[in-house]
């Protein structure tokens, strides 16, 4: 089992004392943290991301822990997510051996890198992938000072992937507009012309696409509310964390229509509601009507809010409208204000029931929950929706990324390309 770290032990007994808790507890609260860097190092999960939390509570509810060790559980947590919140720490890697051990530049160049993306409103997927890149561009360097880092190193380092690592041209140019933002924004370095810097061969990379069929198949394997989540991926061709990040308002069921808000891109857009899953939905909203219902007869803070909502709107975390379509069966609670909170499903829970589904459906294809939007946009092209209206619907910002979908279905033109066999 992980150790906690002495640095980080010591921030956390300074915490539990200003918390005031009791001397004879505490031991127990770093039990439960060191059960929970366990639990994130074991199934590869980020420890500093709060949505890890439900599932790890869910995990102690298997393992036969009673209500109230749990409820210990999550506030040992809690004040551990709230101990990273104030410091470089939480952009911090967890390996077996603890948290790597930067020197106080480096630690401060990644709170201002995670000060830098806060600003601009970025999602904490790209502050996850960038804080990783440049933890990576730590280690290459071998922990040189950042006042003395130079493009060269930079050119050395996307060398180094492509040429030992063999990484694809996707993962160098996400490496390369990484560092490209570190040196910028954070270093406030000239980042230099990388234009003879050695590139990772591109390939074309063609999505998986399913019949109609083989989507039905794994729906019918999905149970409630999984089903739901993976109708509306493939009838509304939505990614997977706009799903997720669904509220009550964002749906109009008299007009038939679902909007998208802070899709990717922080790019907002309206698709139509599938008519055949209207009453599924209503039903659903049944469900979460009288979850909310019984949430606040409990004492209920509300659902998590995002960035100063809860700020703007003080009573917006309580009202039905602000509620999340998906909310996750377990309460998180919020150390900081003594309160119980709602999170949406999680992301991992969604995809492992695709998983599971797939391999009932005995489907010979890779399918995950991006395969549904795939199939969306390739059934909208093979039924002779114009691809301007597709993009649209998938909310690209460039057609050329929707064009992909034409080489997904069989070209039914009059100019088709026939092999001479066939002639």
Known sequence: MINIPSDLRVLYDALLKESKIPPTYQYHY?????????????????????????????????????????????????????????GAQAL????????????????????????????????????KTYANWVRKFYSFTESKDPRSLTPIDVKKFLAYLAIKKKVSASTQNQAFNALLFFYRHVLKKDFGDHTDTVRAKKSRYIPVVLSRAEVDSVIKNLSYPYDLVAKLLYGCGLRLFECLNLRIHNFNFDAGILTVHDGKGKKDRTVPLPQTIMPDLKK????????????????????FMIGLLDKKYKNASRELIWQWFFPAKTLTFVPKTKEYRRYHLHSTHVSSAIR???????MLKRVSAHTFRHSFASHL??????????????GHSDVRTTMIYTHTVKSITTKEARSPLDF
């Open 284 to 303: 659903h909203l049944d469900n979460v009507v009288e979850l909310h219902q019984a949430d606040l007869k409990t004492g209920y803070a509300g659902a």
């Open 92 to 127: 911090m890697p967890v390996t077996k051996k603890g948290y790597e051990l930067a020197g106080p530049i480096w630690k401060k160049a990644m709170v201002n890198l995670y000060e830098e993306i806060k600003i601009r409103h970025y999602s904490p997927s790209t502050l």
């Open 381 to 394: 092209l093979q039924a002779n929706y114009d691809i301007r209206t597709i993009q649209e619907l998938l």
């Open 356 to 362: 599971s589904a797939v391999r009932k459906a005995k």
């Open 30 to 86: 770093k039990k439960w943290l060191r059960y929970y860097l366990d639990f994130c190092n074991k199934y590869h999960f980020n420890p500093s991301e709060v949505s890890n939390v439900p599932q790890f509570i869910n995990k102690l509810e298997g393992k036969r822990q009673t209500a109230q060790q749990q409820k210990q559980a999550s506030l040992a947590v809690s004040l551990y997510h709230q101990m990273l919140r104030t």
